[in-house]
């Protein structure tokens, strides 16, 4: 085949067709061992696929029956990156000799030496200490500039991944026993850096050759000249990928067409918001929010916060003028607006000159120097040659209910004289808190029609997309109120706001007709297949016939796995230094699980030894232990800065 396909439809495509003879079964059994063979492991998948893809070579369809040669990358190079160290007499890696390929066009065109000491390895970095030794140690990263060139850079520990130690401060001859991985490890920090410089970058093979490590790379994905190509991008935003699609469907006529389908439109709905609000109040009511004089009277008194005084008449000796005997009325209108805060109310004292009563709301409270109980002129002689005077202290509180009420006073005096009452009010001025939960989405949910789509919970989201998130806010203390009224108070939410869903139009696109696929499910058995059809005069047709499942064959119990060891020096570095340094017995094992062929044979590697053979393995409990065992030793621990 020539041209370009997609990688997958390519080897699928040319699958050679199996023998007519054969069953299905049997078919898919072929076809899956086959897959398995070519792809049932990271190293069959890279070198049947990934690198023949990215070098430009041959690809086999899954039965090797077909080939053909994809054109997946813009460039390749059979050198990537060359990569030679020179461990020394101390362990440590002497020297690294860097040669690249930056501008992939198959030679190399940059090289350098690192001559510093190399004492540990990380998975993007080094790290550099005085020979032998772990002290004084340097964290370096790797790093690739615009121009492809590597380089390390000095940073701190923790801002390096996966570091072990390699100098004999952790062991003889670390570097030489281990040198394919210690190449694969140290090449892979600089891959690392190529790669997040230039994501156009990538491997197609890795080869080792003693102390050398070769690396085949292309450039995929983009043949652009600029590295930082649009779909790079979304790496650092991700957020921007919603925008973008939406933008690009606008622009697909296959996409318009399936938005306008039945199946697309779906139904019509509205978003509609509201919210669930606790309206607080907080009460600092003055005297006059109580009680207050709306006519009549000439003056107030106020003493303290919560108490006033109201006074009526004319008070000022022989101010009124009568004939033989006139009256005088002094009325005053008192407004109460809440008749709760009223705690004390008296008729305190009221005098005349000759004659007086006073009345509230037409009630007679008192009157003198003999009883005057009617409307009309006193029951006596008018001219008394004296001022009368009352102090009757007299409780009035039953009178003033909330609303206006009227106060009359009352003189009759025969030649001169004067008049005057005064009521004593005391209220309650505190500071008091009222609330509601004023719920505008009780509507909303009600309605069956009506999902809710998402929730604030006073700044948390609580529900997105109509799925829980399943966090709840804490408690909040908020304070209402200012100066003397500041209150405090504690609730489990204040505002929550939501959006429900609110299907307005199911007319786009019928329901579809479940029933007789519940029929089916409800009245079948195991051997026994149950229908329900429509016949032609729109009734129904219930049908049964024998029904067989296929034989399934038998499956393993499980996937044979086999459990290795082989001898390990404990080297990984942390910021305390180098762990073996840590233990009793910095000598260790390396444990490794492996997957048994089909004859049942455990694959050992190089230095391995088989600790359980092929079967079913369950380290579980084994498992449970270690993680509890670090979890205690975790909790046991306490960090002092005193001396042991």
């Known amino acids: ?315 000022t000796d022989d101010s009124l003028k009568g004939g033989s005997c006139t009256l005088f009325d002094f009325r005053m209108t008192l407004h109460v607006s809440q008749a709760s805060r009223i705690t004390a109310a008296r008729l305190v004292r009221y005098f005349a000159d000759d004659w007086v009563q006073v009345r509230i709301d037409g009630t007679l409270l008192g009157s003198g120097p003999s009883p005057w109980t009617t409307t009309g002129l006193p029951p006596g002689k008018c001219e008394k040659k004296a001022t009368y005077q009352a102090s009757p202290n007299l409780d009035i509180i039953s009178y003033l209910t909330e609303g206006d009420h009227e106060v009359w006073l009352r003189a009759a005096v025969a030649d001169s004289g004067e008049a005057f009452a005064q009521l004593h009010v005391e209220v309650d001025d505190s500071c008091t808190l009222a609330e509601r939960v004023v719920d505008q989405c009780a509507g909303y949910a009600a309605q069956s029609q009506c999902t809710l789509s998402s929730e604030t919970v006073d700044g948390v989201e609580t529900f997105r997309n109509a799925v829980a998130t399943g966090l709840r806010p804490l408690p909040q203390t908020r304070t209402f109120g200012a100066d003397r009224c500041a209150m405090s108070i504690s609730r489990d939410f204040f505002n929550r706001e939501r959006q429900y869903a609110c299907v307005t139009d199911t007319s786009a696109m019928t329901a579809p007709d479940l029933s007789r696929g519940a029929y089916i499910i409800d009245h079948s058995t195991e051997t026994l297949l149950a229908d329900r059809t429509r016949a032609a005069d729109g009734g129904t047709v219930s049908t049964t016939r024998a029904f067989q499942l296929p034989d399934r064959g038998t499956v393993a119990a499980c996937e044979p796995v086999c459990k290795t060891r082989a001898p390990g020096a404990s080297t990984a570095a942390t910021p305390t230094g180098v762990t073996g340094a840590l233990l009793n017995k910095p000598a260790g094992w390396d444990t490794f699980y492996h997957s048994c062929s089909a004859q049942n044979v455990c694959p050992l590697g190089s230095g391995e030894e088989i600790v359980s053979d092929c079967g079913c393995l369950d380290d579980f409990p084994e498992a449970v232990v270690m993680m509890q065992s670090v979890r205690l030793a975790s909790a046991d621990m306490v960090c002092t800065s005193s001396a042991p």
């Open 1 to 315: 085949m020539a041209g370009r396909c997609l990688l997958a439809d390519c080897v699928l495509t040319f699958a050679a067709p199996q023998s007519r003879a054969q069953t299905v079964e049997d078919r898919a059994r072929a076809a899956a061992t086959a897959t398995q063979q070519r792809t049932g492991s990271s190293d069959a998948l890279r070198g049947n696929y990934l690198t023949p893809g990215l070098s430009g070579e041959a690809i086999s369809t899954i039965d090797q029956s077909r080939t053909f040669t994809p054109a997946i990358a813009c460039q390749k190079t059979a050198s990537l990156l060359e990569v030679l160290i020179q461990p020394g007499s101390t362990g440590d890696i002497t020297s690294i000799t860097l040669s690249q390929d930056t501008n992939l066009d198959g030679s190399l065109d940059r090289s350098g030496t690192i001559s510093r000491p190399i004492s540990g390895i990380c998975a993007n970095g080094v790290v550099s200490c005085e020979p032998g030794t772990w002290t004084q140690c340097h964290y370096l990263a790797w790093t690739a500039d615009a121009g492809r060139a590597l380089s390390l850079a000095e940073v701190a520990m923790p801002e390096l991944a996966g570091c072990y130690c390699v100098n004999n401060s952790c062991g003889a001859n670390l570097v030489w026993g281990n040198l394919d991985d210690v190449l694969k490890d140290l090449g892979g920090g600089m891959i690392g850096a190529l790669t997040t410089s230039d994501p156009r970058v990538g491997v197609a093979q890795t080869q080792v050759n003693g102390p050398l490590i070769r690396y085949v790379g292309a450039e995929a994905t983009a043949c652009a000249d600029d590295p930082a190509i649009a779909q790079v991008s979304y790496r650092a935003n991700p957020a921007t990928i919603q925008a973008d699609a939406a933008n690009a469907s606008t622009g697909s006529s296959i996409f318009q067409s399936l938005a306008a389908s039945g199946a697309g439109a779906g139904k019509a709905q509205q978003m509609r918001s509201c919210a669930i609000t606790r309206e607080v109040t907080i009460a600092d009511p003055s005297i006059d929010d109580v009680i207050s004089r709306t006519s009549g009277g000439y003056s107030e008194v106020r003493t303290g916060t919560g108490a006033i005084d109201f006074l009526m008449g004319s008070p």
